[in-house]
């Protein structure tokens, strides 16, 4: 048996090439929320502690080995259950949704956290015995999953719902379960669509609507898609440069610096700027699925696949929701837009990929 | 044998999970693709088309703030309206040095340090091309000084806003509330598109409790600008729709009239029609001017606001919890006869005290010889302690909490502009929760005449006091009566009686006993409010309280001018007239006011005689 050396990076549970490209997309956010806002050097300044912080914690989960965390797992799981029941009796109104819980220092909320306890949970469960996992172990990883979403659909906050269940089935599919249940469960929410419409809130109703007919809603959601695929469709191949967007700049464009930042984007860098970011995103993937691969308990196979492709789902429904393909359902893109809470959780997930793939030991 | 299984099925799991992966990653590519191909799309096929929509993008959108829904008294008299005034306004993106600008412009006319934090507030929330209020309530004088160096300024404006005004000031101040500036934690709640252009919000009171209806919906234009952004000419616009007038169950004119019998006094005062529950005054006093709130109120005037001993923030009828003393004994007087503890004809010997068996410590009665021979018509009217530590003792704790309770006391009436406290109701069990004690005796004998543990609001007690006028019906007290469009006039709410639920069921002859003694309270030869009633030309019924606010030591004596005035007494009085077809029901608290009889049962009577004695007066109908 040969020692290989372990670097300096390995040892404090860096995984550079992750590091690279988190860094990479991170300082690119930073440009892109700089011409956003109006060149608010503040703001980008507050984006910058934010961002330290985040890293910060992503280091120190880093140094958790995955052991660890798989049996801190339930406990995870369920403290943030009890936080998510807690919101829903004390919580904090915001936007007309109890999201927020207050607890003094700071307002959080649950179900961000749950993005990621969930996902962790399940990967324990199923990672207990061998795979695939028998039909009784699925049925209780459904009702894992179905506990907290149901909690966050009656904050209301339809789309964290949405993102923490595809968190939770994320590791389902990896973990192997058979396509007949998988077309089970897509047949029997595609049937209950149509019921679940009228369990929707009147806002959530008018979003989809206002997809189907942006001109509704001139000051609203619909105003927000006309103005994004203007300037979407304006930057054209190269793009009116860093600073330059007019639709940004004329204040045409709402939500600029967090949901929809990604218009902006398109709009100064063009085509071009486009392909790049999608590359860097691909680098990141490429990356977690790699380490993923590599994991030597199934615990981090899963947790790490599971955690890497609910990323790349946040990124597909904003960019989605950002051309007019979906509706807008508020999702950040990851690491580009203004805002803290969603920052902190894809760092966190990223520092328990690094702790995956730098906890293995050496043979 | 067994751990090649082992290892095969390690190597399947492996494999499986390999397989599920590369899947994904399929998956990943494919919607990557997908989105790539519809930004391709955007940029590339439809790029000639957004350039020239993005080039003639120069419509915009600018928000047309609705007025805000007036508010009016049943007599029609207006108590908050929107009146036009000057605002200086700031467009931050017109605006190239904004810090010195401001600084310029304090120079021409004064600006406060207040104007400016303000304004840095409201900047974070608007658009940059929104104008943002710098100073409001400019005067001619200053108007005049802007347009002159309007040059001077590019971005900066003055505009007229409609700026919400209270004409009654602080008569009402409690009841109708106040608008203010929309602060952080309500922008988070807000319905943003609806509050564009928007700076006030409803803060308390009716103006917070009807914000939705009060407010109305934002219109918007749509405006051709230039490419700096500069407007050029409208081309569209949906107007916006006002908010709702609303017309309360207050009589302005009775609501004045009390406000004023309370003025230099701390207390409160509730008058309610019976029959539906409507509010017709409600007044805590010292009241504030809620005009001073309007454009955020400068730190001196609230810090005397809140530094005040008078506490004139507090709304004292809603939330202002006060030991009812005797105007609890009908109450407790009806329990009695309705749970058959007592019979009207039953007579308790008063010597001036009461002490419990076995015990030595004397509970003493208000009057030192004692009222002699007591029976419930007497105890009432003249307020005997003996008679009601008797019956209190006999009715029991738990007896006197379902008493209560059942007029309303101890939770809250529900009235429609909430925020109320729930007063309080002692029992066994809430003693042993809160307090982890067991009940004593002597607690039930104190209760009994509304001393001890038990709390009420003066809403509470007048709630009850219109459910003892309306024979055991409560009702709910509420504020708002109907709901007018604002510019057709057309009425599209019209408050019914809210809640009607007969909860005190006792037999007719047990309510004349009662009501009887309430009026000799009044017009009887012995009744402690005796001076009050004479020569009324209507029969009211009522009852005095003097509440402790300190305890008094067995061999102690109460002498009133010895007691430094926030622990002297507080002065209670509930009434309801006229008896035969009760119009009106009051409750009167007096901070330290010392007696009932002398200092609240007079403002009862004022008030009963300027609300019955001028005919023909609009009244919300029980119909």
């Known amino acids: 048996m040969r020692v290989k050396e372990v670097s300096l990076m390995e040892r404090i549970h860096i995984d550079v090439p992750l590091l690279f490209w988190v860094i990479v997309l991170s300082v690119v956010g930073l440009l892109a929320l700089y011409s956003a806002n109006g060149q608010d050097m503040d703001l980008i300044l507050r984006q910058s502690i934010r961002l330290g912080a985040a890293l910060l914690i992503m280091i120190i989960i880093a140094q958790l080995s995955p052991a660890r965390l798989s049996r801190f797992s339930i406990w995870i799981y369920l403290g943030c259950l009890a936080l998510l029941i807690m919101v829903l009796f004390f919580g904090d109104v915001g936007k007309g949704a109890q999201r927020w819980l207050d607890i003094k220092v700071f307002r959080f909320q649950p179900s961000e956290i749950m993005k990621l306890a969930l996902p962790m949970v399940i990967a324990w469960y199923l990672g207990e015995k061998t795979l695939p996992p028998a039909i009784g172990r699925v049925f209780v990883a459904l009702i894992f999953i179905l506990i907290p979403v149901l909690l966050i659909v009656k904050q209301p906050d339809l789309g964290t719902a949405l993102l923490v269940a595809v968190a939770g089935f994320s590791i389902l599919f990896i973990a192997g379960i058979s396509w007949k249940l998988l077309a089970g469960f897509f047949l029997t929410a595609s049937l209950s669509a149509p019921a679940l419409w009228y369990l929707l809130h009147e806002y959530q109703k008018k979003r989809i609507l ?68 999608v590359c860097i995103y691909l680098f990141i993937i490429a990356r977690g699925l790699y380490i993923a691969m590599h994991a030597q308990q199934l615990y981090g196979k899963l947790l790490g ?18 051309s007019g393909q979906l509706p807008v359902v508020g999702v950040p893109l990851p690491l580009i837009s203004h805002g803290g809470t969603s920052m902190l959780t894809i760092m966190a997930g990223f520092g328990i990929l690094m702790s995956i793939h730098t906890h293995r030991r050496l043979l | 044998m067994a751990l090649n299984i082992t290892i095969k099925d390690l190597d399947l799991e492996t494999r499986l999970i390999y397989q599920r992966i590369y899947l994904a990653s399929a998956f990943v590519l494919l919607v990557t693709l997908l989105i790539v191909t519809r930004i391709f799309y955007l940029q590339v096929t439809q790029h000639e088309h957004f350039t020239t929509l993005s080039q003639s993008n120069r419509i915009k959108i600018l928000p047309a703030p609705p007025a805000r829904g007036l508010i009016f008294s049943s007599d029609q008299v207006l108590l908050a309206d929107n009146r036009p005034t000057f605002t200086l306004e700031v467009v931050p993106e017109q605006v190239d040095e904004l810090d010195s600008t401001i600084k310029r412009l304090s120079e021409i006319i004064a600006i406060e340090p207040g104007d400016i934090r303000r304004f840095k507030e409201l ?13 409001f309530n400019l005067s001619d004088e200053e108007v005049a000084l802007i347009s002159v160096n309007r040059h001077l300024f590019p971005g900066v404006d003055v505009a007229t806003r409609l700026n919400r005004h209270y004409p009654l000031g602080r008569d009402l101040s409690h009841t109708i509330g106040y608008v203010g500036m929309i602060d952080e934690a309500e922008f988070e709640k807000l319905n943003k598109s609806n509050y564009s252009g928007i700076t006030h919000i409803g803060k308390s009171g009716v103006e917070k409790a009807y914000e939705s209806l009060l407010h109305g919906y934002v219109g918007y234009r749509q405006v051709e600008v230039n490419a700096q952004g500069r407007k050029i000419r409208e081309i569209g616009r949906k107007p916006p729709e006002p908010g709702k007038n609303l017309y309360l169950t207050l009589d302005a004119s009775l609501q004045t009239f009390v406000a004023q019998s309370l003025e230099g006094k701390r207390g409160a005062i509730v008058a309610i029609e019976p029959a539906t529950g409507a509010i017709l005054a409600s007044v805590s006093s010292p009241g504030y001017d809620p005009n001073l709130f309007v454009n955020g109120i400068d730190k001196a005037s609230y810090n005397e606001l809140i530094q005040s001993k008078a506490t004139p923030l507090l709304n004292r009828f809603l939330r202002g919890k006060y030991p009812p003393g005797s105007t609890i004994k009908p109450f407790l007087g009806l329990g009695a006869l309705q749970h058959r503890v007592r019979d009207s004809v039953d007579e308790t010997w008063c010597r001036g005290w009461y002490s419990l068996k076995g015990s030595t410590h004397r509970y003493r009665d208000w009057k030192k010889e004692g009222h002699g021979h007591m029976d419930l018509l007497n105890a009432v009217s003249q307020s005997c302690d003996v008679y009601f530590y008797s019956l209190a003792h006999d009715l029991g704790i738990e007896g006197i909490h379902q008493s209560l309770t059942d007029f309303g006391f101890g939770k809250p009436t529900n009235i429609d502009i909430g925020n109320e406290s729930a007063g309080l109701v002692p029992s066994k069990q809430w003693k042993k929760e809160k307090l982890g004690q067991p009940w004593y005796p002597g607690e039930t004998l104190i209760t009994g005449i509304g001393q001890g543990a038990v709390l009420v609001t003066p809403i509470q007690l007048a709630a009850a006091t219109a459910a003892m006028a309306n024979r055991g019906r409560l009702v709910r007290p509420y504020l708002l009566s109907e709901v007018r469009d604002s510019i057709t006039g057309q009425l599209m709410i019209r408050t019914t009686v809210r809640e009607d639920r007969q909860l005190v069921s006792a037999g007719d002859e047990h309510w004349d006993t009662i009501i009887e003694s309430m009026r000799e309270v009044v017009h009887g030869n012995r009744g402690t409010a005796r001076a009050t009633g004479a020569g009324s030309e209507y029969e009211f019924a009522g009852k005095t309280g003097t509440a402790q606010v300190i305890t008094i030591a067995q061999d102690e004596e109460y002498k009133e001018e010895e007691v430094p005035e926030e622990f002297r007494d507080h002065a209670l009085f509930i009434a309801f007239a006229p008896i035969e077809r009760p119009e009106i029901a009051v409750a009167i608290i007096v901070e330290n006011g010392g007696s009932g009889s002398s200092t609240a049962a007079p403002i009862a009577r004022a008030l009963f005689d300027h609300y019955l004695g001028t005919p023909g007066q609009v009244r919300v109908s029980s119909n």
Not at chain 1, 214 to 219: A, I, K, M, R, S
Request: hydrophobic share 45%; charged share 15%.
């Open chain 1, 210 to 277: 206002t997809l189907l007919n942006p001109e509704q809603d001139p000051l609203g959601a619909g105003y927000h898609i006309i103005q994004s695929k203007i300037a979407i469709g304006s930057g054209g191949i190269y793009g009116k440069g860093w600073l330059n967007g007019t639709q940004s700049h004329l204040e045409f464009l709402p939500e600029r610096s967090t949901d929809f930042i990604f218009a902006v984007f398109c709009e100064e860098f063009g085509l071009m700027g486009v392909l790049v970011l």
């Open chain 1, 305 to 322: 696949a599971g955690i890497i492709l609910t990323f790349s789902v946040y990124i597909f429904v904003n960019m989605g929701m950002v």
């Open chain 2, 123 to 135: 900047q974070k929330k608007k658009r940059r091309f929104e104008g943002i209020p710098l100073k």
